[in-house]
RNA sequence: GCGGGGGUGGUCGAGUGGUCAAAGGCGCUAGGUUGAGGGCCUAGUGGGUUAGUCCCUUCGCGGGUUCAAGUCCCGUCCCCCGCACCA
């Protein structure tokens, strides 16, 4: 109820919609959401964070721009209208319970665009339920007709510098869906990789049977092919060239070379010893059957090198030990001569490596399951530490990893060999239900992040920019390097066409990377004509370039050109560490080719996932918590509080029931605390006219120490994003110093005393404005309700006062602190009932002593010792000497601020004290009266304790 | 494999080479307040010992540098994240 009447306020007294002025300003910007799904609590977190900083930013008096808009295009939404569609039982299900779609609205997510508008409006409504600072003017969705205008400017701008190019590219990719597919968008098969296989062709007559390998530099250990007798297998013309394989092998193949007709079907009982051509070594080797050969990897069709494939050695084991397949099949002759043909060398292994990994392993057949990891294991280490065998002519005594790609190239140059994909693992299949393959997208333009110098000048923004957290910086600047051409180009989704083809729409990543720039200009180009918006325009605006082109009056021009320059560079850029690899690194390389270096972004922060107790959260697995419902439950208020106390920005947060009711709970206590001070006054609290007390209690200056101190941490974490800490000072320690403080002037609360009034009037006060950032609501209702000037949330943010921080007066709370706990300890112990506490102070040159080891700084008692005699602080050498080497003991222990009265300090506390053990107190300021010798016991902040 | 980040008490997590047996939250225990167990306040939460002390153990494991190391160096084990055609 509050926060909605809040809300309303600051959207009637425009209060952030920001326009330049002559204030320092400042641009933040999160990245926007792609709007496929409700809002949930991690969202929650990624918007309140950029809010809380424009807010404090704000108050400290800054220009502050935060927008919002709605990142729409794209090809998930319609997979998600086609399930709709299709009525997918769990896809309904997810966005009936999960996204909370009512039971009329669902049928109209069968439109994309609808599926989109639908939940952007929702995401809007919920950001303002939280009471987010945006600017709303300048809100859009990426498919709007002017948005269409901006993104073929700056990708033509692109083009035009050369940065996009044609290519192709191995996708994974759908037959049935007729589209590619990421990992997202699989059944099964998630996270496997395509590898690039070398197809080594050996002749047989007129025909051409077409091995797929790994390891092309094997060819000179083929001792025979495999067939297995019981997959189909198909002849097929691949460019004039007659070739084997099996049919499965063409349904992926066929994607990745053209024209790949079938002319028959084959028997491969008909091959089966027969002999075929290596080529490259002009040997004749025998075809066998091995029932471990699939068909739908690679070719189907395998040559054999037992010498370093388990797989291979442990089939030809297999086969000779198979008399009936030996007779079968009339190989009884020729299987004697079939012995593995060594390749390798390879240190902590023998001549054939495959047999001793296979006995290492215990396997013994070929279909055994162990024989993967044995392949696996044999092949890492054969890449990195194996050399071919010195008797193989050009490539003898070279590193596996350096021969194969060479050897690699003098197979493909001589058309002994060609190279296909084929993922490393089956099955992966599509959520349609089909069977994916590896596609060669040809056409496909590209994003040229290769480009050396583009990388270079990428490095460069990076360079310029504050990364936070810090460590992410290394991230980034091994993604710049790592990241290679990026094809940009799509053929479903939402989207801009590719102005220069039409058949093509722009990647969903690639229209928004510089679209913050949009944002400075967006409230003016909503209500312009998109055919106004021409590339003139924007180089116009955005570069100053001049030309005859341009339709817009000068005047407005200058107008959102003005703007623009205002506003940018962007200081802050916001977004979760999944984006890190692609959009954020995308964004460095835009602008640094887009834009000027003065236009270059300026800060980067980098924010981590959700739990839900402890479990990762994800709306797909129905395990989240829906932004509005959490707002329904515990206040907008709360859940920022919490979302923004429980972790920093980049750490993992994790929502805990019980966690963010305590957070409610201190919340409530707060709010509850002015109420409580002004109980204290006995009259009407009202903080625009809070009148000065000279205050004199040390109690009184401690909290205002403390409250300073507070204020200074708390300003200085918020300045870097750390939400939590500038809480954990601001609220948490914040609260124990009050109760404390209360605690301690417990005995004046019910007498009126104007320090305390006073003191406790401050901390409402600074308070309020504290917390305004992270609860705007509950402070603005406060800030009204006890007469602050204007809104909370324009209000100034609290200044430290350096002059009220002061260690002496802490160190002197502490000293009592510890007193009364020293005494009560002694007390217990002592076991009889006390009547009398005598407390001795430390006498002057214990602290002269003190001065010494401090200007020394390190514990170094013969030193100390020596200045101290020296100086003649005492008469007894002895006690210096003592007391010199406790003090070596206890000095790294104690912070030493100098000299205080301990007496005076005690005195002052005197009635808290006698009131906290419940016995009279007598300060000694001397050994007058000592019956028990312990005055020389007191050290400096220590003072000795006799009890009676 | 490559790259990045981590391993601290029952748990989540602070922790600049000395002020750290280790903030704060949550949990647990005790006391106070109250309309008993809710909330709030106070105290405790590795072990031993004691007139407020001191000792031992301890920051994944093993070494090293230093008067002094959770913090720096070397080695080692383990865990998490990213590796792309996509938000």
């Given amino acids: ?86 009525k997918d039982k769990w896809t309904l299900d997810l966005y009936e319970n999960v996204h909370r779609v009512p039971k009329d609205e669902l049928p109209k997510l069968e439109d994309p665009e609808y599926i989109v508008r639908y939940f952007s409006s929702e995401y809007n409504e919920v950001m303002h339920d939280m009471g987010y600072s945006i600017d709303w003017r300048r809100e859009f969705r990426t498919i709007d007709p002017t948005y269409k205008k901006f993104v073929e400017w700056q990708i033509t701008t692109l083009h035009e510098k050369g940065l996009i190019q044609k290519g192709e590219h191995p996708v994974k990719y759908c037959p049935n869906c007729d589209n590619p597919v990421g990992d997202h968008d699989l059944l099964e098969g998630e996270g496997v990789g395509v590898n690039e296989l070398t197809l080594l062709k050996f002749k047989i007559d007129d025909k051409i049977l077409v091995t797929a390998t790994l390891r092309p530099e094997t060819i000179v250990g083929a001792t025979n092919i495999w067939l297995n007798p019981d997959i189909e297998y198909i002849e097929v013309d691949a460019d004039g060239e007659n070739w084997i394989i099996t049919r499965e092998a063409h349904h992926n193949l066929s994607n990745q070379i053209k024209d790949l007709e079938i002319k028959d ?69 020729i299987i004697g001569d079939v012995n593995p043909i060594p390749v390798c060398t390879l240190k902590g292994y023998g001549e054939i490596p495959a047999k001793d990994i296979i006995e290492c392993l215990e396997i013994t057949s070929q279909n055994d399951d162990k024989l993967h990891e044995a392949t696996n294991e044999l092949y890492k280490a054969q890449h990195s530490k194996g050399k071919i065998i010195d ?42 239900g089909e069977n994916c393959v590896v596609k060669i997208m040809d056409d496909q333009w590209f994003m040229k992040y290769s480009n050396p110098e583009w990388k270079e000048k990428t490095h460069e923004v990076l360079e310029n920019e504050t990364i936070i957290p810090g460590e992410i910086k290394n991230n980034f600047n091994y993604y710049i390097d790592w990241l ?80 623009f320059n205002y506003w940018y560079p962007l200081d802050w850029r916001l977004s979760a560490k ?90 409530e206590w707060f709010k509850d605390f002015a109420n409580k001070v002004e109980q204290i006054k006995g009259s009407s609290l009202d903080l625009n006219s809070i009148d000065k007390v000279e205050l004199t209690r040390t109690i009184d200056l401690w909290m205002l120490s403390q409250l300073n101190q507070h204020v200074k941490a708390s300003s200085e974490a918020l300045e870097v994003f750390q939400t939590r800490k500038a809480l954990q000072e601001s609220l948490f320690l914040l609260k124990k110093d009050i109760d404390h403080y209360l605690y301690r002037v417990n005995h004046l609360l019910d007498k009126k005393d104007e320090g305390v009034i006073y003191v406790l009037s401050i901390i409402v006060e600074t308070w309020i404005r504290l917390l305004s950032p992270f609860t705007p609501h509950t402070c603005e209702e406060l800030w009204a309700e006890y007469g602050g000037e204007g809104f909370a949330s324009s209000a100034q943010w609290p200044q430290v006062d350096e002059s009220l921080i002061n260690p002496k007066i802490e160190k002197s709370e502490e000293l009592i602190q510890n007193l009364i706990k020293d005494i009560e300890q002694i007390k217990k112990m002592v076991g009889d009932e006390a009547e009398k506490v005598h407390i001795y102070t430390a006498p002057d040159w214990k602290w002269d002593l003190y001065e010494i080891a401090n200007e020394i700084g390190k514990p170094d008692i013969g030193q100390i010792i020596g200045r101290a005699v020296k100086a003649d602080i005492c008469d007894d050498k002895k006690e210096i000497a003592n007391v010199a080497k406790k003090l070596g003991r206890e000095m790294t222990k104690t912070k030493y601020v100098g000299k205080i009265d301990e007496a005076d300090i005690i005195n002052d506390a005197l009635e808290y004290i006698s009131k906290e053990i419940d016995c009279e107190v007598i300060v000694h300021e001397d050994d007058s009266y000592d019956p028990q010798n312990k005055a020389r016991n007191a050290m400096p902040y220590k003072p000795a304790i006799l009890i009676q």
């Fill in 1 to 86: 109820m509050i926060e909605k009447k809040w809300q309303k306020k600051w959207a009637d007294e425009k209060l952030f919609e920001s326009n330049p002025n002559d204030k320092e300003k400042l641009f933040i910007t999160v990245a926007f959401p792609y709007p496929s799904g409700a809002m949930h609590i991690g969202h929650g977190r990624t918007y309140t964070v950029p809010d809380v900083y424009a807010r404090f930013k704000r108050m400290n008096g800054y220009n502050v721009l935060f927008p919002m808009a709605w990142h729409v295009t794209g090809a998930p939404v319609i997979g998600i209208a086609d399930r709709i569609k299709r």
């Fill in 265 to 333: 079907e084959i028997n491969p009982d008909d091959l089966i010893g027969k002999f075929a051509l290596n080529q490259f070594t002009g040997t004749e080797i025998p075809i066998l059957p091995a029932s471990f050969v699939s068909g739908d990897y690679g070719s189907g069709v395998v040559f054999s090198e037992p010498a370093d494939a388990p797989a291979d050695f442990i089939a030809l084991k297999d086969l000779k030990n198979n008399t009936e397949l030996l007779d079968k099949y009339g190989l009884n002759d």
């Fill in 484 to 563: 290679d051409d990026w094809a940009c180009s799509r053929k479903v989704g939402l989207g801009t066409k590719l102005p220069w083809d039409n058949q093509w729409l722009i990647e969903p990543l690639t229209d928004s990377t510089i679209y913050m720039s949009y944002y400075s200009i967006a409230r003016f180009l909503k209500d312009m004509n998109p055919d106004d918006l021409n590339l003139a325009f924007f180089n116009k605006v955005y570069l100053n370039e001049d030309s005859d082109d341009i339709t817009v009056a000068p005047e407005v021009i200058k107008e959102i050109q003005d703007e």
């Fill in 578 to 667: 999944d984006l890190v690899g692609n959009h954020l690194s995308f964004l460095m390389f835009h602008h640094s080719a887009i834009f000027p270096k003065d236009k270059w972004p300026r800060g980067t922060v980098v924010f981590g996932m959700g739990l839900l107790e402890g479990n990762k959260m994800s709306s797909s697995k129905g395990n989240v918590i829906l932004l509005k419902d959490a707002i329904k439950d515990y206040s907008a208020d709360v859940v920022r509080l919490f979302l923004m106390a429980s972790a920093e920005p980049w750490q993992d947060f994790d929502w805990r029931e019980k966690e963010v009711l305590g957070t409610k709970r201190r919340l």
């Fill in 391 to 432: 008797t193989v002519e050009g490539y003898g005594g070279k590193k596996v990893s350096v021969a194969r790609e060479e050897l690699k190239e003098e197979l493909i140059s001589k058309n002994i060999a060609t190279t296909m994909y084929d993922f490393a693992e089956r099955p992966v299949i599509c959520r349609c």
